[in-house]
Nanobody
Framework: QVQLVESGGGVVQAGGSLRLSCAASGRIFSHYAMGWFRQAPGKEREFVSTINWSGSSTYYADSVKGRFTISRDNAKSTVYLQMNSLQPEDTAVYYC????????????????WGQGTQVTVSS
C-alpha cells in the first residue's frame, strides 16, 4: 500500500507559477512510477505528466509541454510538479498517483491516488 498526500495548490494570476508536492508513505517509493492528473469542473480526469521509477524519463501532455516540469526525490519519497506560465485553462483539482514500476498515461492503470489539491488560475 502507498499513501499519497498532495500540497501546494492555491490561487494564482495568469502567467504565474505554482509548485505542487506529493509525499508518499507505506512502501518503497522508488518501486513506483508517478503521475499527475487533473480534473476541471464538468470534465473528465486528464493526464498531465508522468515520471519513471528512477526519475530518468518524463512525459507530458501536449497541453502542458514547455510549461510544467515533473521531478522526484526518492530519498524524500516526494514527487513534484513545477507549473509555470499558468493559464485559466489549467484550473482544476490536481491529483498525484502511483503505479508500480512502469510509467503510464491512463488513469485506470494507476494503483494509488492522493486526495487532490485545487489549483485556480485567474485571468
Amino acid at each position: 500500500q502507498v499513501q499519497l498526500v498532495e500540497s501546494g495548490g492555491g490561487v494564482v494570476q495568469a502567467g504565474g507559477s505554482l509548485r505542487l508536492s506529493c509525499a508518499a508513505s507505506g512502501r518503497i517509493f522508488s518501486h513506483y512510477a508517478m503521475g499527475w492528473f487533473r480534473q476541471a469542473p464538468g470534465k473528465e480526469r486528464e493526464f498531465v505528466s508522468t515520471i519513471n521509477w528512477s526519475g530518468s524519463s518524463t512525459y507530458y501532455a501536449d497541453s502542458v509541454k514547455g510549461r510544467f516540469t515533473i521531478s522526484r526525490d526518492n530519498a524524500k519519497s516526494t514527487v513534484y510538479l513545477q507549473m509555470n506560465s499558468l493559464q485559466p485553462e489549467d484550473t482544476a483539482v490536481y491529483y498525484c498517483a502511483a503505479k508500480l514500476y512502469i510509467w503510464g498515461t491512463a488513469a485506470k492503470d494507476y494503483n494509488y491516488w492522493g486526495q487532490g489539491t485545487q489549483v485556480t488560475v485567474s485571468s
